[in-house]
């Protein structure tokens, strides 16, 4: 783990309205900057970043925090891998530091969370493209989005829940706990999958 003196200097190294203008598109508004939440689907800009403070605070979901919280939620990182990246931004010369038990559990458990979502996108595309999937492909059509797009953002279709994402799952050796974890399903009255009978944006 980092001193407190160094973590300090990354973060006053990186001005955090200059390193979320990188992610965010900003407005100046008053003494802070808005924009889009890049945490959550709105059309009007609930996003305030203070330069002052240097903290940022989202109005409509509570996402909020300093320019490392705000590396680790956008790129997924742990809190160690965002201070390198920020440190490197910055030019701070940053010791070596080995990683902590808890920080491999966490990255651990973050890659197969990637992972068990990476295979659930590839099931829910080759479902759209099934007879199964007519009813998700027909609404795209309507919607005027062409094959380049449908396949450029990977869009998908769930079905009716027939286990079969869940079984793909275990026979890959995800156990339960990881797939809880992974928001696909749902454990009330047996196994269910979350999705279902509707067009699935990765």
């Known amino acids: 783990m980092y001193s407190r003196e160094v973590i300090d200097e990354v973060i006053s190294r990186n001005d955090i309205v200059d390193v979320i203008s990188g992610y965010v598109k900003l407005k100046k508004n008053g003494s802070s900057y808005t924009g889009l939440c890049p945490f959550h689907n709105e059309k009007s800009p609930s996003f305030s970043v203070s330069g002052q403070r240097q903290l940022y605070h989202c109005f409509g979901c509570g996402a909020g925090g300093n320019v490392i919280t705000f590396v680790m939620e956008y790129e997924n990182m742990t809190f160690l891998e965002a201070v390198k990246m920020l440190g490197e931004r910055a030019g701070v010369a940053l010791p070596q530091t080995s ?27 080759r479902q759209l493209r ?24 990977g869009l998908g279709y769930a079905t009716q829940s027939t286990g079969n994402l869940y079984k793909l799952l275990k026979d890959k050796g995800y156990d339960d706990d990881i797939l809880k974890e992974s928001g696909l399903f749902t454990y009330e009255r047996g196994i269910h999958e979350k999705f279902w009978n509707r067009v699935i944006f990765p």
């Open 130 to 153: 099934s007879e199964n999937g007519k009813a998700g492909l027909d609404y795209l059509k309507k919607r005027e989005l062409s094959d380049s797009t449908i396949n450029s953002f």
């Open 99 to 125: 990683m902590s038990e808890e920080d491999r559990k966490e990255r651990g458990i973050r890659d197969r969370l990637l992972e068990i979502n990476k295979i659930a996108a590839t099931y829910y595309y």
